[in-house]
């Protein structure tokens, strides 16, 4: 039924049970796996002189973070049957854009995303990337929790 499956990963608990959930439906329907992570936009760019020094450590610990997560799913990826892996970062988009982006331009046919179950306060303050892909995407999304 899937061909090609979408991870969306941050390196979180939540997006690492979304990994395990994606490699085991890219096993059952042989697809291709493309583990994403969205590097959000340097947040001070508009404040002040922008010190490129820190703007060079940013995008190094964004990186070194998403070659982490990357690592994490290809470990799981490479566990018999393995599973045809390929890691995608996205740069200086917000993640429900970068994520829905990234679907259409790899063309897959599902999008898999973790979620930390936020309710309440916390949920209507910090917003929700997963609800914000289920919102956007024209593809079906599979949201673990």
Same mark, same amino acid.
Do not use: W
């Given at each position: 039924?899937?061909?090609?499956?979408?991870?969306?990963?941050?390196?979180?608990?939540?997006?690492?049970?979304?990994?395990?959930?994606?490699?085991?439906?890219?096993?059952?329907?042989?697809?291709?796996?493309?583990?994403?992570?969205?590097?959000?936009?340097?947040?001070?760019?508009?404040?002040?002189?922008?010190?490129? *020094?820190?703007? @060079? /450590?940013?995008?190094?610990?964004?990186?070194?973070?998403? #070659? $982490?997560?990357? =690592?994490?799913?290809? %470990? *799981?990826?490479? @566990? /018999?049957?393995?599973?045809?892996?390929?890691?995608?970062? #996205? $740069?200086?988009? =917000?993640?429900?854009? %970068?994520?829905?982006?990234? /679907?259409?331009?790899?063309?897959?046919?599902?999008?898999?995303?973790?979620?930390?179950?936020?309710?309440?306060?916390?949920?209507?303050?910090?917003?929700?990337?997963?609800?914000?892909?289920?919102?956007?995407?024209?593809?079906?999304?599979?949201?673990?929790?």
């Amino acid at each position: 039924m899937f061909r090609h499956i979408l991870l969306a990963t941050d390196g979180s608990s939540a997006s690492e049970h979304a990994a395990q959930l994606a490699v085991e439906l890219a096993r059952v329907h042989k697809a291709r796996l493309t583990a994403l992570y969205v590097v959000d936009p340097y947040p001070y760019l508009g404040v002040g002189e922008a010190n490129p *020094l820190g703007f @060079q /450590a940013y995008m190094s610990a964004a990186l070194q973070h998403a #070659a $982490e997560a990357h =690592a994490k799913v290809m %470990g *799981l990826c490479g @566990q /018999a049957p393995a599973v045809e892996f390929q890691a995608r970062l #996205a $740069e200086d988009v =917000a993640a429900a854009t %970068g994520i829905v982006q990234s /679907a259409r331009q790899v063309e897959a046919d599902l999008i898999v995303v973790g979620s930390h179950g936020r309710t309440g306060v916390a949920r209507l303050m910090l917003g929700s990337v997963a609800s914000k892909v289920v919102a956007e995407s024209p593809i079906p999304v599979l949201v673990a929790r």
